[in-house]
């Protein structure tokens, strides 16, 4: 039997309520060491509630969860030790230097000075933030900010560390600086819990959850997700069909029997089409319609297919259930 | 196995360093106690001397200028106009020119010659409760001084009259300076300044930029954290004690009679109990600007809840007793009690372990709360 230990997070049944409001519903999922576990959802949807339920912040309504074995409800001091945490505004102390910053993080977990020093080395060398120790925090810029954030977040080398939107704001190079960062550590088997709201960066995690006003509503690898049935039924495919008129296009592709669903993409369509209608008769049937094609070609659902397949999908079922 | 103070010397060392990093703010704190101290100090006297008086001398002999003579001598009356009507007498006390106003009528030399009861009319404007009850006790006191004079002759010098003498003799403070009697009772006021106030901001900022939250996910224990922003301005308070005793003593002149050493010993549950009452209010506000009005709420009650102005004894039943929950009521007793009494560490240490208490209180108060509520911001 598979013990709970051998998972860096197991959470079972999460529920927590606010009053009559049921915030998280019936949560269920389970992170393995040293995975990048990306959550994601809209805004409200319960995905810091999680977080602070799994950090011991929030008591649970009903549900288990444990990090690393250790029982979120009966020990939160033990879970604390091990794990870090990085807010999306960063939570620094701006009239800090970065080094104080730093120094007052590690002395909060009791380093020895020994060790501090040690893991500050560490930290500053992995990080680069050597040119910037005596600077204050609040002159940094927010990819900076954010880095030091992270080192703050893992300067008593936690096995697990929850990052709550750790790109929203910062400038394109510093995001892709933070995923090399975060893929670097896993492969030294710290695991990483990441809410965003980039589909790039779901795409980067090794494991994704979609999590919809309360429920979890996808849950598995990028390429598991894909291949559901729900995303992908059998006997369909998907296209991108390029055009010059993508708002008349979509109309009209809406109307052509054989297409289940079409959404636009920026200059393309994006369509989920039955097997039996090939991409030849889709240009010819919009050129009925006075529509060039430029080009028609099959493609992989992404993960925002995936997502919004998965929501309409969650959305028709609880229509059913109230009617 | 759980240490409830995790995390203190961390927080300690962050506090410290936000202490030092925004040196203007402590300065200001530090100095504008100093400054109204100095405005209070030499600015309020509440001793009444020199009252405006008008005089209507309608007898105008020997007799009447004898009694204006005494009036005069006895440094509570100034006479400020000699008037010649009922009309000007009543107009300058209606402006507010002149407190009193004295007529000696017509006949008054005439009845002390005829060994008559002779009037005289002594006007006393009640607007302002401690200048009347002076002039009242001034005038009766000279009245009565004047009366035994001439049934008894001239020889009431020395203290062969009476049959019963009465010698009042005021100690501790025996020439009634207010200084000596306004400025101990005042220091409670002023340590709110660097105390409840300094750290009423210190955690509701934390709030503000959401690293309370980020506290929280850390081993850090409620009381850790209290205790580590406490103590850097308990040093700031202590400090600012010290301050405020060296101006009284070598500014003001203010003797102590007791031990410094008390005084400072016992000023820290004080302080220690100001501090921890910021922090609650810290806990419960949501935003600096209400942090700041919460803390404004703690001056009145301090002033005059708490025998600063006004004697507790005499308070109402209710706010007597709601005078024992104004920390700075102990306090002033303290101050008052070694400056002024020379009281000793067996006359006050009841008063500091009530303030110890409620300081601890407080403090567990605002704990609880972080388990509570915070989290959930």
Request: with cysteine; proline share 5%.
């Amino acid at each position: 039997m598979e013990t709970s230990d051998q998972l860096a997070i197991h959470a079972q049944h999460l529920v927590r309520r606010f009053g009559t409001f049921t915030a998280v519903d019936d949560v269920s999922f389970r992170v393995e060491k040293g995975e990048i576990f990306g959550f994601l959802g809209p805004n409200g949807s319960g995905k810091t509630t999680v977080i602070k339920m799994l950090t011991g912040l929030l008591p649970l309504t009903a549900g288990e969860a444990s990090i690393y074995g250790i029982d979120v409800r009966h020990d939160p001091e033990g879970v604390r030790e091990n794990i870090g945490y990085m807010s999306q505004n960063f939570s620094l102390y701006g009239d800090l230097t970065v080094a104080e910053n730093l120094r007052f993080y590690g002395r909060i977990y009791g380093l020895s000075p020994e060790r501090l020093r040690q893991r500050m080395d560490a930290i500053v060398q992995l990080n680069g933030l050597g040119p910037y120790l005596n600077r204050l925090s609040a002159q940094l810029s927010g990819g900076w900010k954010q880095r030091l954030a992270l080192g703050c977040a893992m300067l008593h080398e936690p096995r697990l560390i929850f990052l709550d939107e750790p790109t929203a704001g910062i400038d394109p190079v510093a995001r892709r600086l933070l995923w090399d960062l975060l893929f670097e550590l896993s492969g030294h088997g710290i695991t990483f819990f990441v809410t965003t709201h980039y589909m790039d960066e779901a795409e980067r995690c090794s494991h994704v959850a979609y999590i919809y006003y309360g429920k979890l509503i996808a849950d598995g690898t990028p390429e598991t997700l894909r291949e559901l049935p729900d995303v992908q039924p059998p006997g369909t495919y998907r296209v991108e069909i390029t055009t010059p008129h993508v708002t008349r296009a979509l109309r009209s592709v809406r109307t052509i029997a054989g297409v289940r669903s079409a959404t636009i993409f920026g200059q393309s369509i994006h369509a989920l089409i039955d097997d039996h209608v090939d991409p030849e008769h889709l240009r010819k049937e919009l050129l009925e319609h006075e529509i060039v094609v430029a080009e028609i070609r099959p493609l992989a659902p992404s993960l925002e297919d995936v997502f919004v397949e998965l929501t309409y999908k969650h959305q028709a079922a609880q229509e059913a259930s109230r009617g | 196995m759980v240490n409830p103070f995790r995390g203190f010397g961390a927080v300690f060392y962050k506090e410290t360093l936000h202490v030092r990093r925004d040196f203007a703010t402590l300065f200001f704190s530090l100095i504008i106690p100093i400054l109204q101290m100095f405005l209070l100090g030499f600015g309020i006297d509440t001793n009444v001397r020199q009252i405006n008086t008008v005089v209507y001398n309608a007898d105008g002999r020997e007799q009447s200028r004898e009694l204006l003579d005494r009036l005069r001598n006895s440094d509570t009356f100034h006479i400020y106009r000699f008037v010649h009507s009922d009309r000007e007498l009543n107009d300058l006390i209606i402006s507010g020119k002149c407190r009193v106003g004295i007529k000696i009528p017509v006949d008054y030399s005439d009845k002390l010659l005829h060994q008559m009861s002779a009037q005289v009319l002594v006007l006393i404007d009640g607007s302002d409760s401690s200048v009347a009850g002076q002039a009242i006790n001034v005038t009766t006191a000279i009245g009565l001084d004047e009366s035994l004079r001439r049934v008894l002759g001239n020889n009431i010098e020395g203290n062969s009259g009476f049959a019963v003498d009465m010698r009042p003799k005021i100690l501790f403070n025996p020439d009634s300076r207010s200084p000596n009697f306004f400025l101990p009772g005042l220091t409670a006021v002023l340590l709110l300044n660097v105390t409840t106030f300094l750290t009423a901001f210190s955690i509701v900022r934390e709030k503000e930029r959401g690293t309370l939250e980020q506290l929280f996910v850390t081993p850090v224990r409620p009381m850790g954290l209290l205790l580590g922003k406490l103590l850097p301005y308990l040093v700031i308070g202590f400090f600012e004690l010290c301050m405020i005793v060296t101006a009284m003593r070598f500014i003001f002149g203010v003797p102590i009679h007791g031990s410094v050493l008390l005084l400072a010993f016992l000023s820290l549950p004080y302080i220690f109990v100001s501090l921890s009452l910021g922090i609650l209010i810290s806990s419960k506000a949501t935003s600096q600007a209400s942090a700041m009005q919460l803390a404004f709420l703690t001056i009145l009650p301090s002033i005059f809840f708490s025998g600063y102005i006004f004697p507790r004894e005499t308070m109402p039943k209710f706010f007597y007793v709601l005078s024992y929950f104004v920390p700075a009521s102990y306090f002033i007793n303290i101050t008052r009690g070694i400056i002024l009494r020379g009281a000793g560490w067996s006359h006050l240490w009841m008063d500091a372990l009530a303030l110890f208490a409620m300081g601890s209180l407080l403090l567990v108060i605002a704990a609880r709360r972080f388990h509570n509520k915070v989290i959930m911001a």
